[in-house]
């Protein structure tokens, strides 16, 4: 008998302020995601689970109030990163050309679909440290290389964003939720979809590109043949 992953990222909830559970739980999907495709089972035991909670009920009633938090949209129809982490996961290529921490590569034969992801424990370490979190957080960069691609490509990259970016983030600038108006609403909706860059790029065998992920930061991207 096994556990989803939720288990997992319910105890990150635990250890982490308020204005990093929103992160947490778009970043616990995919590490969940990648624990899945690596062993083919959900990441949480039953032996582990039995560590963790005195009873299955104390579990259970656990879980539903980590459900409650990692619920894809607000009571106002917002959504939050974790919807977004989900959409593109679903959509993801059947075939995996790259399965490690940190990447999942898929493709189709002719489009590339990508998650490039931050280390959890890593991060949440990092908030914790006294002296490491009052530096500034110097990022993970990651150097993508994909060989034979030969002409044109759309490439998109949605950047999940980390503390600015998301709904307890901007929530909190408008007061309680509560007392939101519709104006508030859209702001809102808009202000919390994923930073998106679009290009258009000729490619002559090989692909390469750096990127620099953030704190709790999430890349999705699409290389998709034009022509």
């Known amino acids: 008998e096994v556990y989803i992953s939720v288990l997992r990222i319910l105890d990150y909830y635990s250890m982490v302020p308020n204005k990093y559970h929103e992160m947490v739980s778009a970043l616990g999907n995919i590490w969940g995601l990648m624990w899945y495709l690596r062993n083919g089972i959900p990441v949480a035991s039953v032996e582990y689970f039995n560590k963790r909670y005195k009873s299955r009920e104390e579990f259970e009633e656990n879980l539903e109030v980590c ?6 949209f607000n009571k106002h129809s917002i959504k939050t990163l974790d919807f977004y982490v989900l959409q593109f996961v679903f959509g993801l290529e059947k075939n995996f050309l790259r399965l490690e921490d940190g990447i999942i590569a898929t493709t189709n034969g002719v489009d590339y679909k990508l998650i490039l992801f931050q280390d959890m424990d890593e991060n949440i370490r990092y908030i914790f440290d006294k002296e490491l979190c009052l530096k500034k957080y110097p990022g993970k960069e990651i150097k ?35 007392d ?48």
């Open 144 to 178: 993508l290389i994909l060989k034979g691609l030969e002409g044109r490509y759309k490439l998109k990259i949605s950047t999940l964003r980390t503390e600015k970016g998301t709904m307890y983030y901007e929530s909190s600038r408008l007061g309680e939720l509560e």
């Open 67 to 72: 459900c409650r938090k990692l619920s894809m």
């Open 180 to 227: 939101f108006d519709l104006n508030d609403i859209e702001y809102l909706k808009n202000k919390v979809i994923p930073k998106m860059e679009i290009e258009k790029i000729n490619v002559n065998g090989v692909f390469e590109r750096k990127f620099n992920l953030d704190l709790f930061e999430i890349k999705c991207i699409e290389i998709i043949k034009l022509g």
